[in-house]
């Protein structure tokens, strides 16, 4: 009896040895998650602190620079303003030859022969249809006056559309038209203005086209090549006039 009681309490004492030794092997384990837990958290906090201490040394260079960006912001804004009338006055002057001596001519309107009306109803009939002038892109800036990316207190004005596409990327007709105008600029740079009734559609910022005015062009029709800039940036600037005022191509483009 008693031989059965020291083996009962000795198998006690080995099920409690090896309990605490499963403890404490459970506790390093717990230890040694803990540190790993705790490393990673140095690292991402060493992590996060750089890129908080490259931001603001990029903010301070921004800052420190900032009015020089303003400026050259505001100096490419009054280049853009006079693009943007040099097209309105070119359109207005389209506007006035078509209405030459035309009875029932509005002024600031098109006037439109029949097959003209035709033209025009089908375009606008089509408003939200229309397909991109690029077939890849990203549209890298919209219609209208928008806040600067970077700068605070700095609006941007925009006539048009601009996407941004790959490299060598063709600029394609919306829609069905005759080119009235192609348009050199002193810098060798194209732009290309087709005719859809009394709306026109100008492809700006190509470096070649396969057109000449007077072309009768179908939807999809290549119009030219887009210019790619010392940056790498290849760019089509698009704009959509209705007569003599500016439209947001936006509306009448095919909706994803």
Do not use: C
Request: charged share 30%.
């Amino acid at each position: 009896m008693q031989e059965f009681t020291v083996k009962k309490q000795a198998d006690e004492i080995t099920a409690k040895s090896m309990r605490l030794e499963q403890i404490n092997r459970d506790l390093e384990e717990e230890k040694k998650q803990k540190q790993e837990i705790l490393k990673v958290n140095k690292q991402q906090r060493i992590a996060l602190q750089k890129d908080k201490q490259e931001q603001e040394n990029l903010l301070a260079v921004v800052k420190q620079d900032e009015k020089k960006y303003s400026k050259e912001i505001r100096e490419a804004s009054k280049e853009r303003a006079i693009i943007d009338r040099q097209i309105q006055k070119l359109i207005e002057a389209d506007i006035a030859a078509s209405n030459k001596g035309k009875t029932g001519a509005v002024k600031g309107k098109f006037y439109l022969s029949p097959e003209a009306k035709v033209l025009a109803n089908n375009f606008k009939s089509n408003k939200g249809k229309l397909p991109y002038p690029v077939d890849e892109f990203i549209i890298s800036r919209k219609y209208g006056d928008q806040p600067h990316p970077v700068l605070a207190g700095i609006k941007i004005a925009s006539n048009g559309l601009r996407f941004q596409a790959p490299s060598n990327s063709p600029a394609k007709a919306i829609f069905t038209g005759e080119v009235v105008r192609v348009q050199k600029a002193a810098n060798g740079i194209l732009s290309v203005y087709v005719r859809h009734g009394n709306y026109t559609s100008v492809y700006g910022n190509l470096k070649s086209v396969v057109v000449q005015k007077g072309d009768q062009i179908k939807t999809q029709d290549i119009i030219g090549t887009v210019f790619t800039d010392n940056s790498g940036v290849t760019e089509l600037r698009f704009v959509l006039m209705e007569d003599s005022h500016t439209v947001d191509p936006a509306g009448w483009l095919l909706r994803f």
